[in-house]
């Protein structure tokens, strides 16, 4: 052999080598982080866990039950490898006015689409649903997304059509891979009426539900950037901005009745609450003082009026999240 040929087989040799020693490398790599990562996860289930348990205790008085409070906690603070964890986090749950998140993503994905025009009208509706949580601003938002209408009954045929249109929120949530919701229904106080009622009695399911994680799901992706597009979810934000430290004369406006009881100096507050007479809900995103980030989704039926269940959970993970 010339020595020649002997320093090519030298030469591919060490080649080979190196990307032996590059590919074992990065393999270690991976696995470390993968490793970090279910680490990071244990963790935090175990702050869940944890908490979840305190909350049921400090609540036992009140017949606070396991089956009456749903949390879900997405840690942020590595925007790129978020991490989740959750406790009956997949259970549906009437969510009251916390599907209006749902309805706002919506909006925005059919204006970025042509689907709606971008109107004035629309943009007050908008504000309206989401930092006063008005009813009447959310029904006018769901007609435009479906292309229904409340009014009177309609014949059997008329009624397949138009629940068929009121699905259209659900089917696009659908495709973006969300599972065990329903986001085809106006939020009432008195009503519903006519063939809102009549979809009521013929279509199941006969309500709006939604789950922590799916709700995690949805604010984490507005607060990263990733739903519709950045630009929209920095409007979203926008209206979803709270200010827990302000003056109000309202106790349970979105502020201050809910995660804001338990916001700390110097943190920033995100969220959307639901209430009804029997549900109490609250989908927040904290920025604290030292860094951390995190979605944190609490759900409670059965104890609607009790003001500290929520920032009972709030306190408790913001002081873990603290140290």
Request: net charge neutral.
């Amino acid at each position: 052999m010339s020595s020649k040929s002997s320093k090519c087989i030298d030469g591919l040799v060490a080649s080979f080598a190196a990307m032996a020693v590059m590919a074992n490398a990065q393999s270690k790599i991976k696995n470390n982080s993968a490793a970090e990562t279910s680490a990071r996860q244990e963790r935090l289930q175990q702050l869940v866990n944890d908490t979840v348990q305190f909350t049921l205790d400090r609540f036992a008085d009140k017949k606070l039950a396991t089956n009456q409070l749903a949390v879900t906690l997405v840690d942020l603070r590595d925007p790129q490898a978020p991490v989740q964890a959750s406790y009956r986090g997949d259970t549906q749950i009437y969510p009251a006015s916390v599907v209006k998140l749902f309805y706002l993503v919506a909006a925005h994905r059919w204006m970025e689409d042509g689907k709606l025009p971008d109107t004035d009208e629309l943009r007050r509706a908008m504000r309206d649903m989401i930092v006063d949580s008005y009813n009447e601003a959310t029904h006018y938002i769901v007609d435009l997304l479906t292309d229904t209408t409340s009014g009177p009954e309609l014949p059997p045929a008329e009624m397949e059509v138009w629940i068929n249109k009121r699905n259209a929120v659900n089917r696009y949530f659908a495709s973006l891979g969300y599972t065990n919701i329903n986001a085809n229904r106006k939020p009432w106080c008195e009503g519903p009426y006519g063939r809102e009622k009549q979809s009521v009695k013929i279509h199941q399911p006969n309500r709006n539900l939604l789950t922590t994680d799916a709700t995690a799901r949805v604010l984490t992706e507005i607060v990263t950037g990733k739903a519709v597009t950045p630009a929209r979810c920095a409007e979203m934000m926008k209206l979803l901005a709270r200010d827990p430290f302000a003056k109000s004369t309202e106790p349970d406006d979105q502020a201050h009745g809910f995660t804001g009881r338990a916001i700390p100096a110097g943190a920033k507050l995100w969220s959307k609450a639901g209430w009804t007479s029997e549900t109490r809900h609250d989908a927040a995103y904290l920025e604290l003082p030292g860094g951390a980030r995190f979605v944190l989704v609490t759900f409670t039926t059965g104890h609607a009026n009790e003001r500290e269940i929520i920032p009972t959970v709030a306190g408790r993970i913001i002081e873990s999240m603290t140290k």
